[in-house]
């Protein structure tokens, strides 16, 4: 059983009077709150990053650097700015490891629907792919239409850790399905990637549209989902570079300290 609400005993809404007499109803705030309970359930956000909000995101944690602090930044006002300002446009979050990408794509997540009425879902790139993969098993009933369905039509959705699985064919033509598909809708989409976002200066196209990679130099996005997607990225999203010190790492010395 749950405590009567105070302002409206559970009706879910409130009677309001102007200062001139007259009455009128609205959504109480114990009705929002459980929408937006409701919605953040809906999105499939882990346990593991449920605590992640914009404001619970600490800045010094991860070195106080000059661009962790303006991604901080950039995604609270992205928040305030959805969804007239942002307009479709989405966020990608390009980094090390451990410097709060995922922190800050949930809290984006969350923020969205406990403050702008939206509604989103969490995937973890890695493990979409796999459900993918396993929908042409005969055994299994769901078919790939159907486990990609939700995220072609959330209205704002959280892809975690893009270009984390081995680029193949098969996996640039599925990466180039969901964000065309939510391109063209004009969906929003956030995104979190370990991977730099441009090729280093000096290298050349190679004939198969992607950049020719040197042993000597670390993979880019381009290389894990094709760079043509990559450049179909660039429209869809702004570019948030996060650099800091590793979070993880950070909490592991201090546990042994």
């Known amino acids: 059983m749950t405590e009567d609400c105070e302002f409206c005993g559970n009706s879910g809404q409130r009677l309001i009077e102007r200062e ?20 953040l359930n809906q999105a499939k956000i882990p346990r593991r990053y449920e605590h992640c909000s914009l404001d619970e995101f600490d800045v010094r944690f991860h070195g106080a650097t000059r661009s962790i602090g ?32 995922t922190h800050l794509a ?27 993969q396993n929908s042409y098993n005969q055994r299994v009933q769901a078919t790939e239409l159907e486990i990609l369905k939700p995220v072609f039509e959330a209205e704002v959705l959280v892809l975690d850790e893009l270009g984390a699985s081995k680029p193949t064919d098969w996996v640039w033509d599925t990466v180039a399905h969901i964000l065309n598909t939510r391109y063209n809708d004009r969906r929003t989409t956030i995104i979190t990637t370990n991977y730099a976002n441009h090729p280093p200066l000096g290298t050349e196209l190679a004939p198969s549209g992607n950049y020719a ?29 996060m650099h800091g010190e590793d979070f993880r790492q950070k909490v592991k010395r201090a546990s042994f300290a």
């Open 213 to 241: 990679r040197p042993a000597v130099r670390e993979e880019t996005l381009g290389d894990r989902i094709g760079e043509r997607m990559r450049s179909r990225l660039q429209e869809m999203c702004v570019v948030v570079e």
């Open 106 to 132: 949930v809290g984006i997540l969350q923020a969205l629907v406990t403050e702008r009425g939206a509604t989103g879902l969490f995937c973890d790139y890695r493990e979409l792919l796999k459900q993918v």
């Open 70 to 101: 303006s991604a901080h930044m950039r995604a609270r006002k992205f928040v305030d700015g959805y969804p007239i300002e942002t307009a479709g446009t989405g966020i990608i979050l390009t980094g090390s490891i451990g410097v709060g990408k």
């Open 20 to 39: 001139d007499g007259t009455r009128f109803v609205r959504d109480c705030v114990c009705r929002v709150q459980r929408r937006a309970a409701r919605m």
